[in-house]
């Protein structure tokens, strides 16, 4: 019967080992995985990636662009007020279906703030009805340019902030992933010290084991006291007590490190610790010079900066004298049928100056600037 039940022992204890998986892990292949597995990493690559796509849409916005505008055709319906030339009004029925649709090509130029656009539009307007007419109103070419004078230039702050963003990122995406080889470094090397407390308790209770045995056959033998007994049983008590501490210290190092992976299916891990301790000097200038030059916080300082400069010239901007020119050429022709509409085109010219001056504000506008100018003083 006994050996009956030693063989079914030994059997589980095949089935479970054969169950158990361990992974033999070093530091090199510990950060490895770290960086390309884990879930921090899955966090700060989607980050950087969102990061770079916002830099690359500011930078699309100052490229050309096609737009096509329209509407579908709409069916108005209303009663229009209509003076006479007695002074009196009628009121009358009013109907049309509407229907247009552009092409525009836009250009900004960050250097001027100014906009260059180039469009071509097309438009139906139809009254039905027992008097029913169509007109059709076309312009093939529209030229405009828009230029404002001493107004903010957000295209340009905007540009010049994203330059600088995009290389603050760039060096945030390396900082996040030497900070996810740090932390996972630090994890290993917690598992590797739990893994050999873990031996030296199970070491120190074999020894308390064998010095309690011994201790016990000499106290039979009346060679030590009650006393010396005891003493030699609380060691091995503690060294129990600390042994399931020093197990339980071992799986939960372990939990963290399979959590920190990603690596759910394995049961345990044994850590392979480095041999070889690299040395190098590091110099101190050479230190200064590459903090300057790669560092995401010096490079957020510069964001700051530019974005209080850009702040205060947007302040002074609204309280001083500014202006907007407009021009504008193309061709335009209106018939009753659309290849009419395209014959004979006639000029269509629009230039006009658009411009403001506060005169009075009760001092709202210096206080702003002020209050502008002293934050770009503490940035």
Not at 56 to 72: C, H, N, R, V, W
Not at 85 to 114: C, E, H, W
Not at 200 to 206: C, D, R, T
Request: with cysteine; hydrophobic share 35%.
């Amino acid at each position: 019967m006994k050996l009956l039940i030693a063989i079914i022992l030994l059997i589980s204890q095949t089935f479970l080992f054969a169950q158990t998986k361990v992974k033999t892990l070093n530091l090199k292949e510990c950060i490895s995985i770290a960086q390309n597995k884990s879930k921090q990493a899955e966090i700060v690559k989607r980050n950087n990636k969102s990061r770079k796509l916002y830099n690359d849409a500011l930078k699309a916005e100052y490229y050309p662009s096609l737009m096509l505008q329209g509407s579908l055709p709409g069916y108005y319906r209303e009663i229009n007020r209509v003076p006479q030339p007695d002074g009196t009004s009628l009121y009358r029925s009013y109907s049309n279906m509407n229907a247009d649709a552009s092409l525009n090509v836009i250009q900004k130029i960050p250097f001027f703030g100014s906009t260059f656009n180039i469009s071509s539009s097309i438009s139906r307007t139809e009254i039905p009805g027992d008097k029913r007419s169509s007109t059709w109103r076309t312009s093939p070419i529209y030229v405009g340019y828009s230029q404002p004078l001493f107004k903010y230039n957000d295209m340009y702050w905007n540009l010049k902030t994203s330059e600088i963003q995009h290389e603050a990122d760039d060096s945030r995406f390396i900082e996040d992933m030497e900070s996810i080889a740090l932390e996972a470094s630090s994890k290993f090397f917690e598992l590797y010290m739990a893994y050999m407390n873990l031996k030296n308790a199970e070491l120190n209770v074999a020894i308390n084991d064998s010095l309690y045995l011994l201790s016990n056959g000499r106290y039979n033998v009346g060679k030590i006291a009650e006393n010396d007994l005891l003493q030699s049983e609380l060691a091995l008590t503690n060294s129990k007590n600390n042994l399931s501490d020093a197990k339980l210290n071992y799986s939960r190092n372990v939990d963290e490190l399979k959590e920190y992976l990603n690596l759910q299916d394995y049961d345990d891990f044994t850590v392979v610790p480095p041999t070889v301790i690299p040395v190098f000097e590091v110099n101190l200038e050479k230190a200064m010079e590459s903090a300057l030059q790669y560092s995401s916080k010096f490079n957020d300082y510069r964001v700051r900066e530019i974005r209080a400069e850009s702040n205060l010239a947007s302040i002074e901007s609204q309280y001083s004298f500014n202006a907007t020119i407009s021009a504008a050429y193309g061709f335009n022709q209106s018939a009753n049928k659309l290849p009419d509409a395209y014959n004979k085109l006639l000029d269509q010219k629009r230039f006009d100056i658009g411009f403001s001056i506060p005169l009075f504000m009760w001092g709202k506008g210096s206080s702003e600037i002020e209050a502008a100018l002293h934050q770009k003083e503490i940035t």
